[in-house]
């Protein structure tokens, strides 16, 4: 194995030399020519070895930094999930469903973002030119100064990108993009996370705030290698079931914003229309209390937000019950039914549950604890929830409930649609609201047997 060559460099001037001496040639003087020490050990072919690079520039906590500019879009539930707007030479990644409406979204967002004055290029790889004029014609934005390439190979779209130097790039999808340093095929692993590399360092390197997006698996996160999510600045996702037309833009990662913020639009056949008020459109369809329905008073990022929980409990046909969930954790369902067999001597046994968010909306918020109890215990008695009356809290495993962040947020946002009564936990932050009263319980065994009459 070779030796590692030996460098000898000046304390005063950092002259660099091969061989010691008394005198530095640099700056003339007297026995300060030292050896350099290593900066890593081992060969310089597995390791760093003996070659430096450049002092980096460090500051104390004290530095103060600008905040970056930010380029509004002009759709306020867009701007709101990226934290306040379009910040340059960030990296966002786009996932969802196949067909959920990524390319309609981004479109559109392309096409406000260029009428502000920001320079547009929206680079397809998975359809062709024609497709996406078509979609635009549709959506009425072919007067939108928009660029528009289909492209795949990812030295072109870069060679492009510099010569072109917009200020937002749009590409559509990663997974179609292949790099010829790459022998794998699109949308391996390798070649996802090689094309990652290089966008994000490209737009960070060239000031360009870049939007990607990715493709979902079967069970929902974004296909390729988890060091993607990592590599970019902003994690999206656009969540939404078929049979609604309601879509939600959630920020799961957000470096310049709040995370878990979100944003509501509509399906149209105009595209995505914004829902400035999503209470009120969640809630829209609901008719007069039944039993297994309640409204859930929740908060999404920084926005309070009520929707409807719809619970069924039926005798099961099967020596296995069913226990199905749409919008809400699985798991977090069986600790419930399991709380309310142990702490209130409520069963579900041989009985089958489902559990349904209205409208599409998906909820991970502990908060919904109290009202799934609650709707679950409504449809197994068969009586309803008072009406106008909004629930919320956590129910821990010994049944105690614990309170909440954020209840005057959620009371006021109650208030505002017409309800006038809130069930809580004892012990939250006290919020006063006109014209809404508060019913606390502390415990899940006291709230059966006032609301239910049993526990």
Not at 99 to 105: E, P
């Amino acid at each position: 194995m070779a030796k590692s060559k030996t460098t000898f460099s000046c304390t005063a001037c950092g002259s660099v030399f091969t061989k010691w001496s008394g005198k530095c040639d640099g700056c003339g003087e007297w026995n300060t020519i030292v050896e350099d020490t290593p900066i890593s050990a081992g060969p310089s072919s597995a390791t760093l070895g003996g070659s430096k690079g450049k002092s980096i520039t460090l500051t104390d906590l004290r530095h103060e930094e600008t905040p970056p500019p930010r380029t509004l879009s002009g759709v306020n539930e867009l701007d709101r999930v990226l934290g306040g707007g379009l910040v340059p030479a960030s990296a966002i990644l786009v996932g969802g469903d196949p067909g959920i409406g990524k390319s309609t979204l981004l479109l559109q967002a392309a096409a406000e973002f260029a009428r502000k004055g920001l320079k547009t290029i929206y680079v397809s790889g998975e359809e062709a030119s024609a497709q996406v004029r078509m979609r635009a014609q549709r959506l009425k934005l072919t007067d939108a100064p928009v660029q528009l390439a289909a492209e795949t190979n990812l030295r072109d779209i870069l060679t492009t990108l510099d010569q072109e130097k917009p200020q937002l790039a749009i590409i559509d999808s990663i997974q179609t993009m292949w790099s010829d340093t790459v022998g794998s095929a699109p949308g391996s692993v390798s070649q996802v996370r090689a094309a990652a590399h290089e966008l994000t360092s490209f737009a960070k390197r060239k000031n360009m705030a870049i939007v990607i997006v990715g493709h979902v698996t079967k069970e929902g996160q974004i296909a390729g290698p988890r060091v993607v999510e990592h590599m970019v600045d902003t994690v999206l996702y656009f969540e939404g079931e078929r049979g609604h037309q309601f879509r939600v833009l959630r920020a799961v990662k957000n470096r310049f914003g709040a995370a878990d913020e979100i944003g509501v639009f509509e399906m149209t056949g105009r595209g995505l229309s914004q829902v400035t008020n999503p209470s009120a459109l969640f809630l829209a369809e609901r008719g007069e209390p039944a039993p297994g329905s309640v409204v859930f008073a929740g908060i999404e990022g920084t926005r309070p937000v009520l929707v409807e929980l719809q619970a069924l409990v039926a005798p099961s046909p099967h020596a296995q019950p069913r226990r199905a969930v749409v919008g809400w954790d699985n798991s977090r369902l069986a600790m419930i039914l399991a709380v309310l067999e142990a702490r209130c001597g409520i069963p579900f046994t041989g009985l089958d549950v489902y559990l349904n968010v209205a409208g599409g909306m998906k909820i991970s918020e502990p908060a919904a604890d109290l009202a799934v109890a609650a709707a679950l215990i409504s449809a197994r008695e068969d009586s309803a929830i008072p009406a106008k009356t909004a629930i919320f809290g956590e129910i821990s495993l010994s049944g105690a409930l614990r309170p909440v962040s954020q209840t005057e947020n959620r009371l006021k946002e109650a208030s505002k649609l017409g309800f006038t009564t809130a069930i809580a936990p004892v012990g939250g932050k006290a919020a006063q609201v006109e014209g809404m009263s508060q019913t606390q319980f502390a415990d899940l065994a006291q709230f059966v047997g006032d609301i239910f009459g049993a526990g």
